[in-house]
Structures are given as structure tokens and as C-alpha cells.
């Protein structure tokens, strides 16, 4: 599985960024999809994760109400809507895939997100 993402970029405090994520190679594989983020010097955390199957979401507290992850399954594309962006959301974001069977996750390359207060 092949993930790249797009969609980062520089916005000011309370504005709105939208982040996609290409899938390709064993799609149909993939049992959860998410999105993870890290500033330099922390561990990398989890922002949101959608199941492929029941499409059932998950929210880390700091972003709820403000964040929304969906995919299109006929493009093999995740997306990340950020809404009421705010500073402390600068960080370089990751796209992950779970794939059935295989250990570990699989990542995308990163896209930058810079929150300007």
C-alpha cells in the first residue's frame, strides 16, 4: 500500500485546511484508515481513525467538533477536515493504513500544517 498526501499548508488562526490521502496498491485490504500528527521533539499522536468496513469514526479530544475524517472508497481517498484551526494544530500530519494481515502500519510521507496565531 502506496499513501501520499496533499493539502498542507500555512493558514491563519481559525481558518480551515483540507488534507487528502491517495491510497494505492492493496486497498482492499485496508481495515482503518487515520490521520496522526507530530511537532519535532514529541511522539507522534493520533488525530482520527475511520474503519473501512462500518465507517465508524474516532476523535482525539483536542480536535472533536472542529476535525473531520472521511474517505471516498471509489477513489481510494482520505480526507481531513479542519475547521477552527488553532496554533497548538501545527504540525507535520501523517496519513496511516492498517492493512489486514500485515504488521504495522503503513505511512504516508507527511504534510505540513502551520497554524499562524
Known amino acids: 500500500v502506496q499513501l501520499v498526501e496533499s493539502g498542507g499548508g500555512l493558514v491563519h488562526s481559525g481558518g480551515s485546511l483540507r488534507l487528502s490521502c491517495a491510497a494505492s496498491?492493496?486497498?482492499?485490504?485496508?481495515?482503518?484508515l487515520g490521520w496522526y500528527r507530530q511537532v519535532p521533539g514529541n511522539q507522534r499522536e493520533l488525530v482520527a481513525v475511520?474503519?473501512?468496513?462500518?465507517?465508524?469514526?474516532y476523535y482525539t479530544d483536542s480536535v472533536k467538533g472542529r476535525f473531520t475524517i472521511s474517505r471516498d472508497s471509489a477513489n481510494n481517498t482520505l480526507y481531513l477536515q479542519m475547521n477552527s484551526l488553532k496554533p497548538e494544530d501545527t504540525a507535520m500530519y501523517y496519513c496511516?493504513?492498517?492493512?489486514?494481515?500485515?504488521?504495522?502500519?503503513?505511512w504516508g510521507q507527511g504534510a505540513q500544517v502551520t497554524v499562524s496565531s
Open positions: 475511520i474503519r473501512t468496513g462500518s465507517s465508524s469514526t
Open positions: 496498491g492493496s486497498v482492499a485490504d485496508i481495515v482503518l
Open positions: 496511516m493504513a492498517d492493512v489486514e494481515g500485515h504488521p504495522g502500519y503503513y
